[in-house]
Every structure is written in C-alpha cells, then in structure tokens.
C-alpha cells in the first residue's frame, strides 16, 4: 500500500530531474565496451594531438592490468562490455543559450542553469553526454586573464599548462577506474584564475547525462595561481534509466601559494548511475581548499575527495552530507594529507540513510613527520531512519608525529520517536516532524551549500519522507 | 453552569505488557486549574502522554473526550489540533531548527492558517520579555544547549504562542530556581482564562502561588484516589503520601 504512495512521490520529484528523457540522439556514439579500438577512434573523433592519443593508450595499458577495487560497495552491476563511453551530442559548443539544440536547451532551463547564470553566475559551462554545449564567462574576468573553458579547447589552446597539470595531481595508476577515465576521458571545464585575481561570483559547470547505458568521463582542471581566489560549483544529474550507466570523472585542482578555492558539488546522479568519480587538491604555502559537498542520488557511489597539503599554513576544510534512500549505496569520505607544518584540516560529514539505503564515511587523516604543529578535527554524524538502513563512518588516522593537535567525534544515531512525538504534541504531522528533523540535522551542512541547491535538498528531503509512513 | 473541556472516564494504559493507568477518571472543565499529585512512577507522565496519545503507551481501556467529543482514535498531532498541549517534563533538543521557526509551523499546523510573520514575532518578543528569557533565545536551536530551567521556560513559551484549549504541566517547576518558578506561574496565570483550562503535575506548591487552584488530585499507583480543595497541595507538602500509600 505504501508502495502506490511511493510512485507518486518518485514521479514528484522526477519532474525537475528525473524524468526530462530526451530522445537518445547524438552525432556519434562509440561501440560498447573498452578496446584499444575504440580508444583510438574516440580519440580521432575528438581530434586529439599526439601526445593525448598516447597519453590515452598508455592509461588503457594501465586499466587493463589494474584490479577492480577489493573493499567497499559491490561493482558486479557494471559491465563495461554494456557501456558506451562516448557520446558526442548532435551539436558543438555555442556560446548562446539560443544556439543550443532546443530539447537540450529545455534540459538545462528545467535544470535552472540559465536563469542561475543571469542572476548570481560569473560563468557557466555545461555538458551534455560527453561534451560541453555551452560556455560562457564574464568579460570583465576575461579581461583579468581569467581563463574558463571545456577542457578540449584547453587543451588546444593552451597545450603547455594543461601537459604540465593534466594527470599530475590524480596519476593514472591511482586505481583503475582513474585509469579508465585517462582513457576515455571527455569533456569538462578548464579554470585558470591569474595571481591575486578575486572572483568574487562563482563558475558553475553543470554535468548531465542523457544517453542510456553511457558513461561520463568529464576532466576537471583548476588552477588558482598566488594570492587569487575562486569558487567553482559542480553540478550533475541524470534521467533514470533500467539499465546501468557510468560517472566516472576526475577533478584535479591546483592551490597556489596563499591561494583560496571552495569547491562545491551537489550530484544528483538518478538511481541506476554508478558514480565512481576521482577529485584531488594540492594546495601550496597558506593556500586553502574547502570542499563542500553534497551527495544524494546514484545506485553506488565511491567518492573520496583528497587534500594533499603540501605547503606551511596550508588548510582544507570539508563539508559535506550525503542522503542514501532505497537502492542507494553512497560510500563516501575524504582523504587528507598533511605534509608541511601548521597545516590544518577540518572534516564535518553528515550521513542520512532511509529504506534501506547504505551511507558510509570514510576518512584517512595522514599526518607526515614534517607536519608539525598540525590540527585536525574530524567530525562525523550519521542518523538513520528506520532499522533497514545502514550508516557507518569508518576512520583512519595515521600520525607520524607527536606535535599535531586531532580530535575527532563520531556520532551514529537512530531518528528517535520521543523527538518525533515532542514535535507532533505540536500539532505537526509525523511525515513533517521527520523532515524537520533531518533538515534540521543536515542544516549546518545545507547552509554552506549555494543557495538554490540548499532549497533543492530540502525539498528532496520533503519528497524523499513524503509516502514513506505507515 | 460551567462547560466541560476534558473528561476521563475508567481509563486504563499499558506500557508494554506493563499496566500503568489502571482505572482512572477526571473532569476538567472551563476555566478551572487542577492540580495532579503524587509519589514519584505513580503514572502522572503517563496519564499526560496517554492524553496526547504517545504511541510508546497503549490505552486499554476506556474514553477520553475533549470538548464533547470522544479523541481515543486520534493520532497525537490529530490531539494537539483539536487543542491539548503538554509541557514535557524532559522536552527534546532539536538541532538546526530554530525556537521561532519551529513555533512558526507549530502556530501553523495547530491553526491550519497561515501566520502574518510581522504580528506573530511581535507577539513571540513580548512573551519572551514577559517569560524573562533573552531575545537571542529566538534564533537557538530548539532546546539545544538550553539549561534545565531555560527548556522548561521555553515550554510555556510555546504554551502561549499556541493557546491550546487544555495546557498540561508536567513538572514544569521541576528543577527551576525561585525566581524562575514565579516566572512560569506567571506565564500559567496570562495563559489562563474562562475558556481554557491546566492541568499542573507538581511535586511542590510554589507553582501555584498565585494562581486560583480549584481542584487537587492525588494519583497514586495509576489511579486518582483523592480529590479535594487548593488545601490540599499544602498539606501534601507537609505531610507527604504516606497515608495514600497503604
Ligand atoms: N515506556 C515505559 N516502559 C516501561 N515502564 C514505564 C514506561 N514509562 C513509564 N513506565 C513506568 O511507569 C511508572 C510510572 O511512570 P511515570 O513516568 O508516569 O511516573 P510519574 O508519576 O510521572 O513519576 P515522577 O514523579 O517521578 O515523574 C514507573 O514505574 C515507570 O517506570
Ligand atoms: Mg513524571
């Protein structure tokens, strides 16, 4: 009977995200499966320059020999023999909304991109199946010698920075899905924020995968040179499919010298999306990377941001919140490295699970011998909904010094009916006393998020209790 | 002739397989405060959770009727809807909702109207001036970090804001220091009128200075074995239940 309740709430919530299908059409789409042929061709289509090509062979030489991970969420369900790994949709990058083909463009208006852009943007980018069908950056950051691209006409263009960055931060051989994506990889956005240059406004890139049993492979490069600052919001989701689709993209940020770089991402992958997506900082003298985060739909997800603080005074700080509903198996964490002294880390995760949703946080706090005077504080919070649902947060600290200041709380809990029976002897409704107490749990963490991306959360949080009583 | 706003006839309510309630009536009506007493587990809590239909507590047996009409199938925010509200003798933090949103949708749900914000943190300022609590209090979390005395304040905030028809006090002087006890009898004596009535659970008899008492009830072992006048508190006070208990 709940299960009649269910539908409508699924069909909800779809209208914004789910449920805009467009017709599968493209102007090319690779075979499926993963073989040196295929790599080659997809490499022809997209017109690559020597070194790529290579540079995409080798890293298939290096997936072939690569294990598929031993530890967390089960991976039976992908079959790479069923994924296509290129998608070129039938059109190329326009700097207009009104070049863009019109069901794609409807896409992106539903999604609320354009209108996002007028008011509170200072560029946007965004990316249908695997490559970017709008770009757009302010002038009066251009004229600062901000740089804001897709990553092929970066790396047409600005061939020397992106060899010197490209895979340097997330090496090939980290494990085999980032080997996979140096293969295959298509797409994303390419940042260049000059020395002392604010951007005061964010970037935003938005990721969307139309295609069915498809991948993703977007490369995310920033670099923010000394003493400038930028903030770069990620945004992704997906029409549901039956069958399984791919997300495997991989960020690589660049934090220079005194550098600041807040780096905000809200997937909303649909529920047949196995989201195995690689995303690293290094961060120089006095720099500083926050990582907000939130993490709600695919089937899997294995994510785990990693800092590596390589200068004195360099800080990372995370924030982040993930929502495992029906189906949904989210492992996520973070990862952090302190290589020089007085470096300092702060990790705040939230987990939500509900109807047998799984959400674990992982975390590996790595403090080098020459990190002195370090400090870290980890905190992590779970709440689950019903006994079918499973939150965990599994830490890991290795410290190789005496001279850091840890600390560290977990907290896992069950949502408890003296709480929900307080706030119904006022008069709220079970389904509304369980809403608000979620949102509330997860506000600390929604407030950091941009605004409109706050709002959607809370009215995922409504829609995903909505039904779910009795 | 004055109307009838609660009445309990024969009720009896189990907590697991354990009975708790085992045969009790009262009969509140307009206007007047009562006043429960009682050794500690003789079921006062659970006489009050049963009335808001805790589902941690069955009811077995009997009828509880509100105004006329009969609320035993009523689900709890169904009860506080139709007008009962209680002051917990332990109310529960809510992180990352704050005192004035959350009496926002309370205001909201209990009324089904929507409330003109302007009026309505008006009049929360002037209830929290009256209840001596500070104004930042507003924008906390629910009962986060709140000391003991500050929680139970903040219950009879919450008493005035939503002007229920039927107030329940569980301890609400518990634990509170003298100036707050006068703080709370006061906020008991600006809620009470004509139309409503209170039902104060009480191990004391400071909360009630004060106010007009009409009737004192001593609850012992989950039933209500006697009632009488105001006087009644003072020489329980003094003398304790040790003739109630046999
Ligand atoms: N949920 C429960 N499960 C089991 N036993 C319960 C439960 N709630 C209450 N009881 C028991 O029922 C009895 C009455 O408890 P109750 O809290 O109503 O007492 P009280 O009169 O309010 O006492 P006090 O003056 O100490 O507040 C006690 O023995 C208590 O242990
Ligand atoms: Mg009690």
Redesign the interface.
Known sequence: MSESKKKTQIKDFSTNIYDIKNKDEYSYKSKKGITKEIVEEISEQKNDPAWMRDFRLKALETYNKLELPTWGPNLDELNMDEIATYVRPKTDMKSSWDDVPEDIKNTFDALGIPEAEKESLAGVGAQYDSEVVYHSIKEDLVKQGVIYTDMETAVRDYPDIVKEHFMKCVPVSDHKFVALHGAVWSGGSFVYVPKGVQVDIPLQSYFRLNSPESGQFEHTLIIVDEGASLHFIEGCSAPKYNKVNLHVGCVELFVKKNAHLRYSTIENWSKNMMNLNTKRAIVEEGGKIEWVTGSFGSKVSMLYPMAVLNGANSKMEYTGISFAGHGQNLDTGLKVVHNAPNTSSVINSKSISKDGGIATFRSLERVMPSAKNSKLSVSCESLMLDNKSKSDTIPVSDIRTEEVEFSHEAKIGKI????I??????????E??KA??V??????ISKELPLEYAVEMNNLINLELEGSIG | MSETLLEIKNLHAKAGDKEIIKGLDLKINKGEVHVIMGPNGAGKSTLSNVI?A???YTQTEGDIILDGENINGL???ER??KGI??S?QS??E????SVTN?LK??KI??TGKPVKIFEFKKELEKNMEELKMKPEYANR?LNVGFSGGEKKKNEIL?MLT?NPKLAILDETDSGLDVDAIKTVSKGIKMYSNENNGVLIITHGTKILQGLHVDYVHVLVDGKIIKTSTGDLANEIEAKGYEEYKK
Do not use: W
């Not at chain 1, 029976?421 to 079970?430: A, N, Q, T, V």
């Open positions: 408890s009916d003296e709480e029976f307080y706030l119904m002897s006022r008069g709220i409704s079970e509304e006393a608000m107490i949102r509330g749990f997860a506000y600390p | 808001l805790n589902p941690e689900k709890t925010d506080a809807r509200f209680m917990f109310p529960k809510i992180p990352g909702v959350f949708y309370a749900a209990t979390n919450q939503l």
